[in-house]
């Protein structure tokens, strides 16, 4: 998060927009994931990883080069609010 001190909104002060940057660890080279953002936070995540992209908010593609893969979600995240994130390789029986 781009700011760990968040505003008390208990209080009336207003919610601010943050950042993050997630990263995505165990990834293989070469292999394309999907990086899932959920807006509801995990209450947003299906239990089985293959309806993830019905339900996903957002989706960022990549294809890994190494061990970890670190992302900045350009989305902004209301720091009243909760956001989750699953990252998940992507295996095709087709060729692109």
Partial sequence: MSNYEEPNIRNGTPAV???STVTCKKTSAG???AMYRFNKGNAGVPRHFNDYPRFADETT???ADSTSFVW???TPILSSSTVAYRCVAIFSTTSD
């Fill in 61 to 63: 593609y990549f294809v």
């Fill in 31 to 33: 292999v394309r994931y």
């Fill in 17 to 19: 927009n943050l950042t």
């Fill in 72 to 74: 900045n979600d350009p």
